[in-house]
């Protein structure tokens, strides 16, 4: 029975070790050769990947978010048995940014390929549909993302008030001045 709980403990203090606190935003698509209802997908699967991941948010102050496009690089129809079938070839690019100031932390691209009956939908479309938010490799992208994100933030030292104290506001609007040595994002 102490194994059991020390196994169960051992398993709950690894999933909390892992977790991190930044979580991301989805940046609108923007791409004018996409349809309306093509960007409307392709947000929805990057908003279900980063919630499968947990680290989607709806923060409006949240600084962090992922920039998604997808081109179509290639796409031919062909016989194949009794249909006519289309082999749409394309590549996906996710980009983390911030939101604030435009910065980009992190960014990957993945290929992708779908066939599909001819003439079902755009070949764009036929992309977006294709994407698995299951592919581990979304995991790995959103693991590496929140690691490039809090390296970039460790060593950054945040502007500090010439007097070195801070004016902080309590309800009764008096000012009470805070010393400090550092301030560290995390």
Not at 115 to 142: M, Y
């Amino acid at each position: 029975m102490k194994k059991i709980y020390f196994s169960a403990i051992l398993m709950m203090a690894i999933a909390l070790q892992g977790l991190s606190q930044v979580q991301f935003s989805v940046i609108a698509n923007t791409q004018q050769e996409l349809s309306a209802e093509a960007r409307n997908q392709l947000d929805i699967k990057l908003a279900q990947i980063l919630s499968r991941c947990s680290a989607s948010t709806a923060n409006a102050d949240n600084p962090f978010g992922i920039e998604s496009t997808i081109v179509v690089t290639e796409s031919e129809t062909a016989m194949m048995r009794t249909q006519v079938m289309t082999v749409t070839k394309g590549q996906l690019t996710l980009i983390v940014k911030n939101l604030k100031d435009g910065s980009q932390y992190y960014g990957n691209s993945y290929p992708l390929k779908v066939t599909e009956k001819a003439g079902k939908n755009s070949a764009a479309e036929g992309l977006i549909k294709g994407i698995r938010i299951d592919n581990p490799s979304f995991v790995r992208f959103v693991r590496v993302a929140r690691e490039k994100v809090e390296n970039f933030y460790k060593g950054k030292e945040l502007p500090v008030p010439a007097a070195d104290t801070v004016a902080v506001a309590v309800p009764d609007s008096t000012a009470l001045p805070i010393k400090f040595d550092s301030i560290s994002v995390q």
